[in-house]
Nanobody, 123 residues
Framework: QVQLVESGGGSVQAGGSLRLSCAAS????????PGWYRQAPGKQRELGAA???????TYEDSVKGRFTLSRDNAKKTVSLEMNMLKPEDTAVYYC?????????????????WGQGTQVTVSS
């Protein structure tokens, strides 16, 4: 089954750090444009805590200098290192990527989301 599986959320005090990881599972041939989104309570999902596209990385303004996105193409994983966390970073974090996979002789691509992982930052 093709899917993205996240890990690494949790609770931390303000100023602390967490590392989120996301791994593509299934017969994946390629992972494109992986990124992380987040959804705070009562708010809509935010377009990208960090997005990697075409080899470059874009960060949402409020996380610049604190969050770092990294990817391992061979392992088909993407991680988000979060430092100097603030209470306003509290949200469910979702991994997103376009995945290419083979089913017999046919290659498919699709947009996939992880199940979400909770990050809670207390003051």
């Amino acid at each position: 089954q093709v899917q993205l599986v996240e890990s690494g959320g949790g609770s931390v005090q303000a100023g602390g750090s967490l590392r989120l990881s996301c791994a593509a599972s299934g017969s994946i041939s390629s992972m494109y444009d992986p990124g992380w989104y987040r959804q705070a309570p009562g708010k809509q999902r935010e377009l990208g805590a960090a997005i990697a596209a075409g080899g470059s990385t874009t960060y949402e303004d409020s996380v610049k200098g604190r969050f770092t996105l990294s990817r391992d193409n061979a392992k088909k994983t993407v991680s988000l290192e979060m430092n100097m966390l603030k209470p306003e970073d509290t949200a469910v974090y979702y991994c997103n990527a376009h995945l290419a996979y083979n089913s017999g002789p046919v290659q498919y691509t699709g947009d996939y989301w992880g199940q979400g992982t909770q990050v809670t930052v207390s003051s």
